[in-house]
C-alpha cells in the first residue's frame, strides 16, 4: 500500500485512538471513564464493558442479561524538548485529540455463559515539534513527528465454573501503525552508518492478539481477579522516504517489527463499608523483552546512487527499556439516587532508560491521579464522566546511546489531561 493508504488508515484509526504521550511506557492507565475514573483499577469489577480487554473472566460477573458500552475520550497532552540546537525549550503541537471504545456482553445459559466483543485502543505514542534541525546539514525549523498505536478488536467468551470462580478468554486482531518523521542519524553498520538523513516512515501490520483470566469471590464482600495478556509481535510494511546530503531524495519498501509487550495483573475489590469500595491492581509488564529495540528493513531503492551504496539498509533502533509495574488504587462511593463518586491514583515507573530518550518516544509519564462521576438516568442508561492528569519528573539526556549523538545532552518534560465519556445500557 502506498503513503496515501497508509495516511487513510491512520485516520480512520484516530476515531478510536489519539497520538499521544500515554502512560505506562506506552500503555494507557485505564480504559473508558468508569474505569479511569478510579484510577484505572477494573480486574476485580464486573460493571463495564471494558472487562473484555482487562479480565474476559469477568464477563459472566456482570449485572442482569450484558451490557452495551460507548466511550469518547479526549488528550490534551503538554510535551516539551530542548537541545543544544533548541536551547530555551520548545512547546509540542498540544492540540487535543480523540479517543474511544465499544464493547457489548451477552449472558445465556441462565447467566453460567457470557459471550462479549469489543474494540478497544490501549495503547500509543506520539509527538510533533517544529524545532531546530542538528547542524551543518539540517540547520533552520525541521519537523519531527512521530505517531505509533495498537488497536485490538476482541471476540471473547466466559465461563461460571462454581458460584464464585469464573473463567474467560478472548481471540482476536492487532493493528498497529507506526509513524517516524524528522532528522536522524543512520544506524546500521556499513559505510553509510552516521550518515545525516532527513526521512519519513509509515508502516502497519496485524497480528493476533489474546488473553485470558479469572475472577473468583472470595467473599460477599471481596473479589480477586487475575488476567494475562500475550506478547503481540506485528511485522509492519509500508514505506520510507529518505534524504541523504549530497546523494539526493530515496525510496524504501519497509519492514518494521513492533513488539507489545506481555503483562500480568493481580486485582482487588472490597466494599469496606455499604456505600464505600475501594481497590487495587498490580500489573508487571514485560517491556525488557518488547522493547529492546525497533528493527527496520530497507529494501528495492528508487535512487540508483543510493542502490550502488546500500541495495538495502537494516536498521536497528536501540530502546532497552526495564520492566515495569504498575500499581493502581481506586475507591467508589455510591450516593442516593444511583449516582457514584469515583477517585484513584496510579504510579509506575518509567520503563525508558535516559540514554534511549528521544523526542519520537516520549513517553516519561511515572503518576496519574483521576476523579470521575457516574449516574443512571432513564431507569437504564448509565452515563460516566472521569477526568486524569499524568505527569513525570523532567529528564535529562547526557550521552545518547544513538550513533551521531543527535539526542545528547537533551531535556524534556511531559504531562497529559485525559477527560472521559461513557454511556452504558444494561440489558
Not at 506478547?231 to 525510496?251: A, K, L, S, Y
Request: aromatic letters at 12%; hydrophobic letters at 40%; proline letters at 6%.
Amino acid at each position: 500500500m502506498k503513503r496515501h493508504g497508509w495516511k487513510l488508515f491512520a485516520l480512520c484509526g484516530m476515531l478510536s485512538w489519539s497520538a499521544t504521550a500515554s502512560a505506562d511506557g506506552v500503555i494507557r492507565d485505564g480504559l473508558g471513564a468508569r474505569s479511569t475514573g478510579r484510577g484505572g483499577t477494573n480486574i476485580a469489577f464486573a460493571d463495564t464493558g471494558v472487562i473484555i480487554y482487562d479480565n474476559p473472566g469477568g464477563m459472566t460477573n456482570v449485572a442482569g442479561c450484558g451490557l452495551a458500552e460507548a466511550g469518547f475520550d479526549i488528550l490534551l497532552p503538554s510535551t516539551v524538548y530542548g537541545d543544544a540546537d533548541n536551547p530555551g525549550g520548545v512547546d509540542g503541537a498540544d492540540n487535543p485529540f480523540p479517543a474511544g471504545q465499544v464493547s457489548i456482553i451477552r449472558k445465556f445459559n441462565g447467566g453460567r455463559l457470557a459471550l462479549g466483543a469489543g474494540f478497544f485502543a490501549p495503547a500509543g505514542f506520539g509527538s510533533d515539534y517544529l524545532m531546530n534541525g542538528p547542524a551543518p546539514f539540517f540547520t533552520g525549523p525541521q519537523q519531527y513527528k512521530s505517531l505509533g498505536m495498537m488497536m485490538k478488536l476482541l471476540p471473547g467468551a466466559a465461563y461460571q465454573v462454581t458460584d464464585r470462580l469464573s473463567v474467560g478468554a478472548t481471540l482476536g486482531v492487532g493493528i498497529n501503525h507506526m509513524e517516524l518523521e524528522g532528522p536522524y542519524s543512520l544506524q546500521s553498520p556499513g559505510q553509510l552508518q552516521g550518515t545525516p538523513a532527513l526521512f519519513d516512515l509509515q508502516a502497519t501490520g496485524a497480528a493476533p492478539v489474546w488473553s485470558v483470566g479469572m475472577q473468583y469471590k472470595a467473599s460477599k464482600r471481596t473479589t480477586l481477579g487475575l488476567t494475562y495478556i500475550a506478547e503481540t509481535r506485528f511485522h509492519n510494511h509500508g514505506d520510507t522516504v529518505m534524504q541523504i546530503p549530497g546523494i539526493g531524495v530515496n525510496e524504501y519498501q519497509t519492514d518494521l517489527q513492533v513488539t507489545w509487550p506481555q503483562s500480568l495483573g493481580l486485582g482487588v475489590k472490597h466494599k469496606l463499608l455499604p456505600q464505600l469500595t475501594v481497590a487495587a491492581d498490580v500489573i508487571w509488564f514485560d517491556w525488557s523483552n518488547a522493547k529492546e529495540s525497533y528493527t527496520a528493513s530497507f529494501s528495492e531503492p528508487t535512487n540508483p546512487v543510493v542502490g550502488s551504496l546500500a541495495p538495502t539498509l537494516t536498521e536497528e533502533y536501540p530502546l532497552n527499556w526495564r520492566d515495569s509495574v504498575t500499581v493502581r488504587l481506586g475507591s467508589e462511593y455510591y450516593l442516593c439516587g444511583h449516582r457514584t463518586l469515583r477517585a484513584g491514583y496510579v504510579y509506575h515507573r518509567n520503563p525508558i532508560p535516559d540514554e534511549t530518550l528521544t523526542p519520537w518516544i516520549q513517553t516519561t509519564l511515572e503518576h496519574g491521579v483521576s476523579a470521575g462521576y457516574g449516574w443512571r438516568f432513564n431507569r437504564v442508561w448509565n452515563l460516566d464522566v472521569a477526568y486524569q492528569f499524568n505527569w513525570g519528573n523532567p529528564r535529562n539526556v547526557g550521552d545518547s546511546s544513538f550513533i551521531g549523538d543527535d539526542f545528547s545532552n537533551s531535556r524534556m518534560v511531559t504531562e497529559a489531561h485525559w477527560a472521559y465519556f461513557s454511556v452504558m445500557r444494561p440489558f
